[in-house]
């Protein structure tokens, strides 16, 4: 098994440009989720989902949109960048809510 | 929403050394993990653990959730043991897992 991956590991973008990014598991996990990792700020959820077709706002959703159409993706898309999404992504998946949670490796985003 | 706090915010200790990291949280929870940041920045899920104790080599976790907190400790610590824990909860009804700020541990050879 792979786990959980995700792409690009890094990426540069311009203020106003937009972009995907990338997460799959072949883990047959339902619930997958996408957090944002700020200095001294631990771990942020941005939106996550139950299973495909159904997707739900975390914390700060605000500038990014999910979609499920499969159980194995969960692509986040960041509209227009800010450099405020100047972040590190991580993807995660889980069997449920409750479970214990597998992170992908991360993709480091630069906002100019 | 649920408040987690983790003590200490940071951590130096020498090579062999025993350490407890701390999780206070501020709602009945049924769902408690613990992760391990290593320096690379990979995040991997140390225990799940809503309640009672678990042992994995030299880290074991007790939770205690009637008194709302959680205990990580490191026996024996090695270098590899280095970077941030994290301890992350989630409540009944609730699907989200709310992350505290970590613990940044630094093991000197």
């Known amino acids: 098994n792979a786990g959980v991956t995700q792409t690009p590991k890094f990426q540069v973008l311009k203020t106003g440009q937009s972009m995907t990014l990338q997460c799959a598991q072949d883990?047959?996990?339902?619930?997958m989720s996408w957090y944002r990792q700020d200095p001294g700020m631990g771990l942020r959820l941005i939106h996550y989902?139950?299973?495909?077709?159904?997707?739900d706002q975390g914390e700060v959703p605000n500038g990014y949109n999910v979609s499920r159409s499969t159980t194995e993706d969960f692509p986040l898309r960041l509209l227009s960048a800010a450099p405020s999404q100047t972040s590190v992504y991580f993807c995660?998946?889980?069997?449920?809510?409750?479970?214990?949670?597998?992170f992908g490796p991360g993709t480091r985003l630069t906002v100019t | 929403g649920i408040q987690v706090e983790q003590s200490p915010p940071d951590l130096i200790l020498q090579e062999g050394a025993n350490s407890t990291l701390r999780c206070n949280f501020s709602?009945?929870?049924?769902?408690l993990q613990w992760f391990h940041q290593n320096p690379w920045g990979q995040l991997i899920n140390l225990f799940y653990?809503?309640?009672g104790t678990k042992q994995n080599g030299r880290l074991s976790a007790t939770t205690v959730a009637t008194e709302r907190y959680s205990l990580l400790y490191i026996s024996s610590s090695q270098t590899t043991d280095s970077g941030v824990y994290f301890c992350?909860?989630?409540?009944?009804?609730?699907?989200?897992?709310?992350f505290g700020t970590g613990t940044r541990l630094t093991i000197i050879p």
């Open positions: 995660a998946s889980s069997y449920g809510a409750g479970n214990e949670q597998y």
């Open positions: 709602d009945s929870v049924n769902n």
């Open positions: 653990i809503p309640s």
């Open positions: 883990m047959n996990h339902e619930y």
């Open positions: 989902s139950v299973g495909a077709g159904i997707t």
């Open positions: 992350a909860v989630g409540y009944f009804g609730n699907e989200k897992l709310t």
